[in-house]
């Protein structure tokens, strides 16, 4: 779990979980091996971010396409199959629509500090290659926008500048509704939906959840508006509008000729 990396940093993870770090059998001693003996928790947790981002990197060159880093959407479930989990994380019944996304970064201190060190890993890699974007996920409101782009600042990242181009996956009633105000705010350069995400948002629905009966053919017929929407946005403002990937990467152009249909 992140946590425990920014937590054993700042010396408040506590003694119990500190021992499960320390035996020898434990992922997290895996990972000081694995960087030659590097016992620092920040230093950890950036190696992993740098190991992922140059691994898809590599997997980008020649493709024609923009590496894209894009920050965590991971509910409480998704964390608490992690290691330290179920200790460092909450239970919530209905995970989709709760404790997830950005609003991680914005609602707790840990976590900002953890996309801190994500951004500075950033920041520091697109020295390396060039082009390297950040795209973020589960925005709830402009108010965290703000806290992104002020994170971003503090990294020496600032959208327009230099080459940098943000982006936002736009999953979220307040995305679609005031989709200008974000484009125009966060100087944008690209945004994308994930319906999956969304429909759970629009619809107020846990798609993980086999009690509730929205599948992907009701989704996709109530998500026609709201996409609609951002489309035609993007294509006033100049953003691109691209199509979710799975991996680290995104597709450099797409086309948005066809913004409301």
Do not use: C
Not at 59 to 68: D, I, K, R, W, Y
Not at 71 to 76: E, L
Not at 78 to 105: Q, S
Not at 209 to 218: E, H, I, L, R
């Amino acid at each position: 779990h992140p946590l425990a990396f920014v937590r054993r940093k700042a010396g408040t993870l506590g003694k119990t979980l500190d021992r499960l770090l320390d035996a020898s059998n434990h992922r997290y001693q895996q990972l000081v091996h694995e960087a030659d003996g590097e016992r620092d928790p920040e230093a950890l947790f950036k190696r992993a971010v740098q190991l992922a981002i140059r691994a898809a990197g590599r997997e980008a060159q020649g493709t024609g396409s923009l590496l894209v880093y894009r920050t965590s959407d991971m509910n409480s479930s998704d964390f608490r199959k992690l290691a330290l989990g179920e200790e460092l994380d909450v239970h919530e019944e209905n995970p989709p629509l709760g404790l997830g996304g950005f609003y991680r970064f914005v609602k707790e201190a840990d976590y900002r500090t953890l996309l801190r060190w994500e951004l500075e890993v950033v920041a520091e890699l697109r020295r390396e290659f060039g082009e390297l974007a950040v795209e973020l996920t589960d925005v709830r409101d402009l108010d965290h926008l703000n806290t992104a782009l002020d994170v971003l600042r503090e990294v020496g990242l600032e959208p327009g500048q230099d080459g940098f181009q943000l982006g936002l996956r736009m999953d979220n009633p307040d995305n679609y509704l005031l989709a200008s105000d974000y484009m125009e705010r966060g100087r944008l350069s690209f945004v994308a939906v994930d319906q999956r995400h969304l429909s759970q948002t629009y619809l107020a629905a846990d798609r993980g959840n086999a009690f509730v009966p929205v599948d992907d053919t009701v989704a996709t017929q109530n998500l026609v508006l709201p996409i609609n929407m951002i489309k035609q946005a993007a294509h006033d403002a100049g953003v691109q509008w691209v199509v979710p990937a799975n991996a680290l990467l995104m597709p450099m152009q797409a086309d948005i000729s066809a913004a409301v249909e």
